[in-house]
């Protein structure tokens, strides 16, 4: 009986042991940062966005000369505003969306005391359809016909309706005195 506890104990760690090696390393594993997690879950990314979203179309409403109210109204409040640099108004923009590429953006307004002398525009500034086609993750297969043509319409039959028929009353049948008294 003494022999075979510690046959047994040593079998347990054996097989223990064994089954430690059929795991992967920790160096392996991928990081939660990763698409998923040990391999198995994808974990919920939160929807980033910061700052002000500016298109193509907005940016062209600008021109020098412009006070800074109405650049506000144009392009929204400024994400960086420096009491050091008060001529200096900047727009930053950034995005991470789950299945889209992330996007960061950088535009400058220069000014001289309240009148817009220019604005520093990106390259890759998009229209309002490139952005949105860029951060657009929905899948769309094929599109459903949601309307027949009239070829279509004339085509089907004529739907056939049922005589009505004059039913029965069901339970006791009453007569009530009219509400309006007879004169």
């Known amino acids: 009986m003494r022999s075979i506890i510690p046959t047994s104990l040593a079998a347990l760690a054996l097989l223990g042991l064994a089954g430690c090696s059929s795991l992967p390393s920790w160096d392996s594993l991928p990081s939660v940062s990763g698409d998923k997690v040990l391999g198995l879950v994808t974990p919920y990314r939160l929807e980033v966005v910061q700052g002000n979203v500016l298109t193509k179309e907005q940016v062209a409403m600008v021109k020098p000369g412009m006070s800074r109210n109405q650049v506000r109204d144009l392009l929204g409040s400024p994400l960086l505003t420096d009491i050091f640099h ?96 007879r004169s």
């Open 86 to 181: 008060e001529n200096r108004w900047d727009y930053a923009f950034s995005i991470r969306r789950q299945g889209a590429a992330p996007q960061a953006r950088h535009l400058v307004a220069w000014f001289e005391g309240d009148t817009l002398k220019s604005v520093d525009v990106p390259d890759d500034l998009p229209s309002e359809k490139e952005f949105i086609a860029s951060i657009n993750t929905f899948k769309a297969g094929k599109v459903p016909k949601l309307e027949l043509s009239e070829e279509e319409r004339k085509a089907l039959p004529v739907p056939v309706r049922p005589a009505a028929q004059a039913q029965e009353p069901v339970g006791p049948v009453r007569s009530y005195p009219p509400l309006e008294p």
